[in-house]
């Protein structure tokens, strides 16, 4: 019988900080910097424990990599790795403690070092020397705990009688490009999307194009952005609830200008014609803008760009679905859900960086062909391996994630239609009736600019 021999080496940190690691991706997030949040937040212990600061703090991540299972089955995945070790064998209650005297401020301060656009090489990242991100909402779901209660509220109404669970919205801003979180905020859903926006924009860098939908045009928030140095494309409605917008100056492009905010914007009133196999459709869309030279950006190419405001329901749906896979959140109180928050945060910032990393190795890879399926998996893989853990002495930027995700990279993005309705609905009655077509259909859009009387 032939048979081979496979003998790996593992190199991780020694003694009781030993399962604290996280696979490759450890190097996006090493032991120095993990190290330097937790004594800036007074974090650290007082003595070295069965479980120090540090490796909680990697626990913390690793569950997010594995939100399907509990921190027991998470720590088995930290030490799978580590055969041959003196490793601890925590119980439940142990992992609660430990987590709760670390508390969120690390995870916190770790986000604030990590977030940024992750700059990349290809892509609509900068555009016309502005940065280009976009500005959103959404809702997570909360363990349905008395504790959590008294901050997270349920959602009350509609034909279902509402959620079952206690929600909260998190408000962030992307960078449209890499789809790496610039900043976010969360809190309860009695307060609505505009409201976090505020705090966002006032820490808005300059040098920011921002994309954002109808929900936020309005007068303070376009204020807020130009005060910060930065410029706002929104897009707003048509109707009889839209801003009131008049023509003072007719542009060769056919936008227009006129005041919104107290400010001086330029309007673009446009008809965008989708056309499948199936059909056409024709909408009528405004959007407005503080890009206010028609020379410098032209009205049909800024309709183009909109269209990347997209990327960030694009991320929200690999936090949500990806990562979450739809279940609900593990903390048990606010204070755990403020920690468990910055957590996720902080675990799709470094997949999105190792990614960026990787479709950088070839400046003619679309990051958008990167699939996050992938490095998601593959970072799983190298967690249970304990594989990458410290550096060799010769850096490798790609890495074994990298190398995964430009092996198998997704075809280049045709332009495409598809309703956003349930495919397979996990009930046996149909969702949204029976007579919904939910095939996806390849498209070709028209643009004209509504150019109107002078």
């Not at 760009?305 to 593990?330: F, M, N, P, Q």
């Not at 853990?389 to 075809?411: E, M």
């Amino acid at each position: 019988m032939v048979q081979s021999v496979i003998t790996r080496v593992v190199r991780v940190a020694a003694g009781p900080f030993a399962p604290g690691h996280l696979g490759e991706l450890t190097q996006q997030v090493p032991f120095e910097m993990i190290d330097t949040v937790l004594a800036q937040t007074r974090c650290t212990q007082q003595r070295v424990r069965d479980l120090p600061s540090r490796v909680v703090v990697y626990l913390l991540l690793a569950g997010c990599l594995f939100a399907e299972i509990g921190y027991r089955q998470v720590w088995q995945r930290l030490i799978s790795g580590l055969d041959g070790l003196p490793v601890t064998d925590p119980s439940a209650a142990a992992l609660t403690k430990a987590r709760a005297r670390v508390g969120p401020q690390p995870l916190r301060a770790l986000f604030d070092l990590l977030r940024g656009p992750a700059a990349s090489m290809a892509g609509p990242v900068r555009w016309r020397g502005l940065l280009v991100c976009a500005i959103d909402g959404t809702t997570l779901f909360t363990a349905d705990t008395t504790a959590n209660l008294a901050r997270y509220s349920k959602q009350r109404g509609g034909r279902t009688g509402g959620s079952s669970y206690p929600m909260l919205r998190l408000v962030t801003i992307m960078a449209c490009g890499t789809r790496s979180v610039m900043d976010a905020v969360f809190g309860p859903i009695t307060s609505g999307e505009t409201t976090y926006a505020k705090d966002l924009l006032a820490r808005l860098p300059a040098g920011v194009l921002l994309l954002a939908d109808r929900n936020f045009a309005a007068g303070q928030l376009l204020n807020l952005v130009t005060g910060c140095g930065s410029h706002l494309l929104v897009r707003a409605k048509t109707g009889r609830g839209g801003p009131k917008l008049p023509v003072l100056h007719r542009l060769v492009d056919g936008s227009y200008r006129s005041m919104f905010g107290g400010q001086s914007v330029r309007v673009i009133d446009a008809e965008i014609s989708i056309k499948t196999k199936a059909g056409t459709v024709t909408g009528v869309y405004r959007l407005i803008t503080t890009l206010l030279d028609p020379d410098a950006y032209p009205a049909t190419t800024i309709l183009r760009l909109y269209h990347e405001r997209w990327e960030i329901e694009t991320a929200y749906l690999e936090i949500k679905s990806s990562i979450l896979d739809g279940r609900v959140l593990r903390a048990r109180t606010p204070t755990g859900v403020d920690q468990e928050i910055h957590a996720l945060l902080v675990t799709y910032q470094i997949l999105r960086t190792a990614m960026t990393d990787a479709t950088n190795s070839d400046t003619s890879t679309d990051p958008d062909r990167a699939s996050f399926t992938i490095a998601l998996h593959a970072a799983r893989d190298q967690v249970i391996q304990a594989a990458g853990v410290i550096a060799d002495t010769v850096i490798d930027l790609i890495g074994k994630i990298g190398r995964l995700v430009l092996d198998d990279l997704l075809p280049a993005r045709r332009l495409r239609v598809n309703a956003r309705t349930v495919k397979r609905a996990i009930s046996k009655y149909n969702a949204r009736g029976p007579n919904i077509d939910r095939r996806t259909y390849q498209a070709t859009i028209s643009l004209t600019i509504l150019a109107g009387p002078p």
